[in-house]
């Protein structure tokens, strides 16, 4: 299985930014980084794990209500990194972020469709 390994959080002011990494790796035999689905979720204390967006093969995005025209997904085929990039955060925003993956297509990009997590990074936006 792919391995997952997220950086980038940290504590930021409440209309400040933060780019997250995901890092992947241990690909299987005749597959590439661009093959996978990829997807970043969060989760805060007390409530339940929500998509945040995704991104398919192709490149096309898919991202949650709350974070749309705020947060940027995006790859680098060439680094094997998943980005997310967040502007104006809200203290909302406070969660640990997670990277997911599946090889394939995503179609609804809800966490059911991924395989392969990596352990977080934690996002504190304070007021």
């Known amino acids: 299985q792919v391995q997952l390994v997220e950086s980038g959080g940290g504590s930021v002011q409440a209309g400040g930014s933060l780019r997250l990494s995901c890092a992947a790796s241990?690909?299987?035999?005749?597959?590439?980084?661009?093959?996978?689905?990829m997807g970043w979720f969060r989760q805060a204390p007390g409530k339940e794990r929500e998509r945040v967006a995704g991104?398919?093969?192709?490149?096309?995005?898919r991202y949650a209500d709350s974070v749309k025209d705020r947060f940027t997904i995006s790859k680098d085929n060439a680094k094997n990194t998943l980005y997310l990039q967040m502007n104006s955060l809200k203290p909302d925003d406070t969660a640990m972020y997670y990277c997911?993956?599946?090889?394939?297509?995503?179609?609804?990009?809800?966490?059911?469709?991924?395989?392969?997590w990596g352990q977080g990074t934690q996002v504190t936006v304070s007021s």
């Open positions: 991104i398919n093969p192709d490149g096309a995005t």
């Open positions: 241990r690909f299987r035999d005749g597959y590439g980084y661009s093959d996978y689905c």
């Open positions: 997911a993956a599946i090889r394939g297509y995503c179609y609804s990009f809800e966490q059911y469709e991924y395989n392969r």
